[in-house]
């Protein structure tokens, strides 16, 4: 409905230009918007205020113009002005509805577009080192990452999923003291633990397998333990497909898999770290200081230089994600959107800077980032923050264990990436409306069971199946359902181009809580047939738009509660 606003719109502006009123050489768009109080009606445009400059006439009289010159339409009931020249559209009960015929008719593909091009587009994100079970922070950042992936694909995108893992560095090396130091029997706390080890029960889980030689089996690898306590590299080797199998386990029972996996250690094997260096240094923009190689990055809007290698010869972080980014944009993505937490804020503008000292091709600004803030988790108002496995952070397997996978990939992308978190388990939990995702799942299974109470009456209907006379929907619920559906498909869009998921939970909260009022206030199965069936056919619209919303989050739509 809002496309056909806008077209009539269009066509009003184009007859005054041909009159003269506007002038011919200038491009006018038309900014429809959903009004917020239907006292004024279902649409507003503000294109008289913001073309009243050019036609040299108050915005109020060039709306009375372009009124007049709208086309006639079946699809308005009225139109009004409003205060200094906003245009109101109401739009007529009958193509309120037209809405549930299309909804019907596309099912699974409404909403779904292909203004993407099928354009290639890399999304990395959890990436967390292996180094121990993923937290919930990593959760957060699979349950978004995943869910822009989804809403790209329906945006006619194809989509890369990717996970980059440091497998090399501090960090790794003390993952592979620390289970050296559990397999000879040292515990945290005593005097000989490393200073930096990883301390919860995990490592000894690891350091068991590796002296009962088991085989791990990750995505990309196949290593055996030797059982060899003084041999550092082997149990390196082993810790990181350990962990890196765990790690896998826990993204896939949360219905998240990657395409593609990428691995530090490999751009320095294959020498694109080097290459990367011998690029920025011929450029010009490297020199030494105090024994360490820098890299100017206050020349592409840095607040100051940094340290590219270190004096004692090792890479900073930043300087193999540049090499590595160049390996993203050489491999064809002219998208790249990297999901992580706030804490990579950091990188944002050194990866770039060392990006643009490549002097390629890559545009200024490029990739783009999504950073989500921090999560909390509570029980009975209090945080919770050990987890017995972890040690020290609460994993997302105990988020999934306790709540379940869809409560869990829900409310980790239920609000905004910018704004931190809190995860209520005693809410996630809950059977009640509070629970916004059994609201939305009970909205669902509510329209399945009527058609299995009228299936029990000998009374069958086709998933989609529409019989009903829309005409007969006369009730302002009814029709507040419809333009609620109507917006579905532009969410669809704006949600993947700003990069906000959690509009899609929001949506789908409002369109629950619509059809529970509806349900509770007008009763669907009744003697008249013809309205029952209009109204079956409004329920079944509503259905699919939920179990379509629902997919783009990766949850389920169950069928009974």
């Given amino acids: 409905m809002k496309e056909t606003v806008t077209q009539l719109l269009e066509s009003a502006l184009a007859t005054l230009q041909s009159e003269g009123t506007l002038p011919s050489d200038q491009s006018f768009t038309p900014n429809v918007d959903n009004t917020k109080d239907k006292a004024h009606g279902d649409y507003a445009c503000n294109i008289a205020l913001v073309a009243a400059k050019a036609a040299r006439r108050p915005p109020r009289k060039l709306a009375e113009a ?220 490297t020199y030494e200081h105090e024994g360490a190689i820098w890299l100017k990055t206050t020349e592409f809007g840095d607040d100051k230089d940094r340290v590219m290698r270190k004096k004692d010869g090792n890479f900073t972080y930043f300087l193999p994600d540049v090499a590595y980014h160049l390996d993203k944009w050489q491999r064809g993505f002219s998208t790249v959107i990297n999901e992580q937490g706030a804490d990579h804020h950091s990188t944002v503008t050194r990866v770039r800077a060392g990006l643009q000292a490549l002097k390629t091709d890559i545009p200024e600004g490029w990739p783009d980032y999504v950073l989500h803030q921090m999560v909390m988790v509570t029980r009975s108002g209090e945080e919770v923050k050990l987890s017995k496995r972890a040690g020290s952070y609460v994993t997302l397997r105990d988020l999934i264990d306790e709540v379940g996978r869809d409560a869990t990939r829900f409310f980790l992308a239920a609000r905004r990436v910018d704004s931190q978190l809190t995860f209520d388990i005693d809410l996630a939990r809950s059977q009640t409306n509070e629970n916004p995702v059994y609201y939305i799942q009970y909205a669902h299974a509510r329209i399945c069971s009527v058609l299995r109470k009228l299936a029990e009456s000998g009374v069958t209907r086709g998933m989609n199946e529409c019989l009903g006379d829309l005409s007969l929907l006369t009730l302002d619920e009814e029709k507040e359902l419809a333009n609620q559906l109507a917006k579905y498909p532009e969410l669809v869009v704006n949600a993947a181009a700003q990069r906000e998921p959690h509009h899609i939970t929001h949506y789908l909260r409002e369109l629950a809580g619509q059809f529970h009022t509806y ?43």
């Fill in 66 to 285: 372009l009124v007049s010159a709208l086309p006639k339409s079946t699809a308005i009931e009225k139109v009004e002005i409003a205060g200094p020249g906003f245009i109101n559209f109401f739009m007529s009960t009958a193509s309120a509805f037209e809405v549930v015929n299309s909804v019907l008719e596309q099912a699974e593909q409404f909403g779904r577009n292909h203004s993407g091009k099928a354009e290639k587009v890399q999304v990395e994100f959890v990436s967390a080192n292996p180094t121990g079970p993923l937290h919930v922070g990593h959760g957060r950042g699979a349950a978004i990452g995943d869910c822009l992936c989804r809403l790209l694909e329906a945006n006619g995108y194809k989509v890369t999923r990717e996970f980059y893992y440091n497998d090399a560095g501090v960090q790794i090396n003390n993952l592979a003291l620390s289970s050296q130091a559990r397999i000879k029997g040292i515990t945290p706390g005593d005097e000989s633990w490393p200073a930096d080890g990883y301390r919860g029960e995990y490592i000894a889980d690891l350091a068991k397998a590796y002296m009962a030689a088991e085989t791990v089996l990750a995505d990309d690898r196949k290593v055996t333990g030797s059982a060899d306590p003084d041999d550092l590299e082997s149990i390196r080797e082993f810790a990181v497909a350990y962990l890196r199998r765990e790690q896998d386990l826990d993204l896939k029972a949360f219905g998240v898999e990657f395409d593609v996996y990428s691995l530090e250690s490999s751009l320095y094997e294959s020498g694109k770290v080097e290459a990367t260096v011998k690029q920025l240094t011929g450029n010009g923009y």
């Fill in 519 to 561: 349900y509770n206030a007008h009763k669907v199965l009744i003697e008249d047939e013809s309205l029952r069936d209009a109204r079956l056919s409004l329920y079944l619209a509503v259905r699919q738009v939920i179990a379509n919303g629902l997919d783009l989050l990766a949850v389920s739509a169950p069928e009974e509660m």
